[in-house]
């Protein structure tokens, strides 16, 4: 049994070379005889007991790297050279054929004369990852898509920047390399505590979660950002981000906001909790609306206790086995559950959550979502609309990412193309003809023609971007966005093509359901009996419904602002219009009766009353109004009145005419008692 005193220095050394990794080779250039270490195999795809000689190693690298490295080895074999050996290159495995990326490096060893090579030893070095990596990166950083930045936490400058990052922001390379800009300048105040929580969950996880921020650009302006990154390392101050620019998500959303608020008196506006676990199941994130339907910070709702402790006590074990089922198969989660409310209430939910995975398949976290189906589930009524609106804007950022090799006319795609398309891994081909045959026949001509043209477009745009249909796995076809971005070689020729497909098809139903909204609102207003307005907080009018024109007579352009005092009584005018102005800036409730000309010349009473509609920070935003035509019921309280009156008159005359004839009575009385 060899010992330390009696183990060569050889083989010491050979023992350290094998504990790092590294394989080693010796090579007779007289006899041919080539020497290989286990390790060296291995990188070779061979067995321990494969024989190996010079023509035996050339044919286990790739066919494009076997004329270089032969090259270089006789250049190192040469006796003018200087003996020097080391190159990068392919293995294509032996008996695996597994490719890997090899550093190898040696040195040759010669007779006294130095006339001929007697020896040539060396290593080699497994760098596939590290390749692998920096291939990656590359392409990242030549993606106009992604923002890609580069930080110190110290200083708080960002060191480094791609192209994609200083378009979001209006910054320079020069601004960042000068210093005159760090991330806090570009930071608006009221998010400096949301970043300082994101960094010191950086430093105590090495991870910056995705989340949402916004970007003062250089010019001032504001752009929403989506931002997420890591630590160069554990324990560095350095570190890396990816940011996507959020803005035409957010005007989507914002629009989509606007419309809701104006129709929130008869839609049923679907609350929705989303949460982020890791592969094991436990919690790392809570958005707002879980705070604020449960009463518990994201710091309490950590773990994986706190959910299913909130869950109604019949709901509970069966949720739990749902949930493992999905941590260990990796299936789709979906199931209904009652939660309980901070107010003790419970509400029915529709919880579900899909796993995202890395290129590998690999399981990272669970995106989740619960949507609040309480009222669905007392009414049977479908409100699907909402919770698609969601499940959009969770799955925002899930594109189908693709690269296409135009010389070789191969495309590889992320996990996407599985997650939200359908296609399992082996069904997806590797060409560019592939992906032409599942887009639509009426779109696929329009859509090849136009990414030829900005492929064969030379030094002119390199961008291109179209709407289609996509066929999915099960034939049905998603409404997509496409996005490319077409890179060239140094002599200007097309090489590259990276792009994104995001599937809109929720969007574009929702676009359809909110003008189907508008329509029906559209037609409910111009159709009821009342006379329909909505103004804006300070009381200018910006629309009618058909029943004010038709009985007025008027035209929008007549009555926009506060032209609707052309159409009010003149005695009561003035007085109209100084109660509203008192009204407006009160911001509640209001009715008031005054008479208003019809287009017939002829005025009729009207009761009007107005309700504050506000914003979800109670902000008002606009108010609605309706016009209730009374003049029957104002003619008929008149009636009363002069009714009422003129009983009044009698009832006083006939007491009167009864006075005296009391009178009189007792007169004649007290002259009769005299006689």
């Not at 398309?421 to 069904?427: E, L, M, S």
């Not at 009636?639 to 007491?655: G, I, P, W």
Request: hydrophobic share 35%; with cysteine; charged share 25%.
């Amino acid at each position: 049994m060899p010992t330390l005193e009696n183990t060569s220095d050889f083989e010491r050394l050979q023992t350290a070379v094998d504990a790092a990794g590294v394989g080693t080779w010796d090579l007779n250039p007289i006899t041919g005889e080539l020497l290989w270490s286990t390790r060296c195999k291995e990188l070779f795809g061979a067995s321990p007991s494969t024989p190996i000689d010079y023509q035996r190693f050339l044919e286990g690298l790739h066919p494009d790297d076997r004329a270089t490295t032969d090259a270089i080895v006789q250049q190192a074999l040469d006796p003018k050279g200087n003996g020097e050996y080391n190159i990068e290159y392919r293995t294509i495995g032996l008996e695996d054929k597994k490719l890997r990326w090899v550093q190898a490096t040696g040195r040759a060893f010669f007779n006294q004369d130095r006339t001929q090579a007697i020896r040539f030893i060396g290593t080699v070095t497994d760098v596939t990852e590290s390749r692998r990596r920096d291939l990656h990166l590359g392409r990242l950083l030549e993606s106009d898509l992604i923002g890609i930045i580069f930080w110190n936490l110290d200083t708080q400058r960002i060191t480094e920047a791609n192209n994609a990052f200083l378009k979001i922001v209006g910054y320079s390379r020069e601004d960042l390399q000068a210093g005159r800009v760090n991330w806090k300048q570009m930071t608006p105040p009221e998010l400096e505590a949301l970043d300082a929580s994101v960094i010191k969950e950086l430093e105590q996880t090495g991870v910056q979660r995705a989340h949402e921020k916004v970007y003062l650009r250089k010019d001032g302006t504001r752009v929403p950002v989506l931002l997420g990154g890591a630590l160069a390392e554990p324990g560095s101050r350095d570190g890396v981000s990816f940011c996507l620019d959020l803005t035409a998500q957010k005007e989507v959303e914002a629009q989509l906001a606007t419309r809701e608020a104006e129709f929130r008196f008869v839609i049923e506006f679907l609350p929705q909790m989303i949460w982020l676990t890791d592969p094991q199941g436990y919690h790392t994130f809570f958005n707002q609306r879980w705070i604020d339907y449960t009463g518990y910070d994201v710091a309490q709702s950590r773990g994986t206790q706190m959910w299913n402790d909130l869950l109604h006590p019949d709901d509970q074990e069966r949720s739990r086995e749902r949930w493992n089922h999905s941590l260990t198969t990796g299936e789709f989660y979906e199931i209904e559950y009652r939660f309980k409310a901070k107010d003790g209430s419970y509400h029915w939910f529709l919880g579900q959550a899909m796993p995202v995975k890395d290129e590998a398949g690999n399981i990272t976290q669970w995106f989740g979502s619960c949507t609040d189906i309480d009222e669905q589930k007392r009414t049977e009524a479908t409100l699907r609309w909402s919770e698609q609106r969601y499940e959009l804007a969770s799955l925002a950022t899930n594109d189908a990412i693709w690269d296409w090799d135009l010389e070789t006319q191969s495309v590889t795609w992320n996990a996407a193309i599985t997650r939200v398309f359908g296609y399992a891994p082996d069904a997806v081909e590797q060409t560019a003809q592939w992906w032409y045959d599942h887009i639509h026949p009426d779109d696929a001509e329009r859509i090849v023609h136009g990414i030829h043209e900005i492929i064969d477009n030379g030094g002119g745009n390199k961008s291109w971007q179209d709407e289609y249909r996509y066929r999915r796995a099960d034939g049905s076809y998603a409404q997509v966005l496409d996005r490319g971005y077409v890179a060239c070689n140094e002599e200007g020729k097309a090489v590259r093509m990276i792009g994104a497909m995001q599937d809109i098809t929720e969007y574009r139903k929702a676009e359809t359901a909110l003008r189907q909204r508008e329509e029906e609102f559209t037609t409910l207003a111009d159709n009821m009996a009342q006379l329909a307005w909505m103004s804006q907080p300070d009381g200018h009018i910006y629309w009618y419904n058909q029943r004010w024109y038709d009985y007025t007579g008027t035209t929008f352009e007549e009555m926009e602002g506060w032209g609707w005092e052309k159409v009010h009584h003149p005695a009561h005018a003035a007085q109209v219009v100084e109660f509203v102005k008192a009204a407006w800036p009160a911001g509640k409730p209001w009715e008031l009766t005054f008479p208003l000309r019809g287009k017939d010349g002829n005025y009729r009473w009207f009761l009007t009353r107005a309700v504050p509609m506000r914003d979800a920070e109670g902000q008002l935003v606009r108010w609605l109004g309706t016009n209730t035509d009374i003049t029957e019921q104002k003619q008929l309280q008149e009636q009363l009145e002069r009714s009422y009156a003129d009983l009044e008159a009698k009832v006083m005359f006939r007491t009167l005419d009864l006075e005296h004839q009391v009178q009189d009575l007792q007169r004649r009385l007290a002259e009769a008692t005299q006689r």
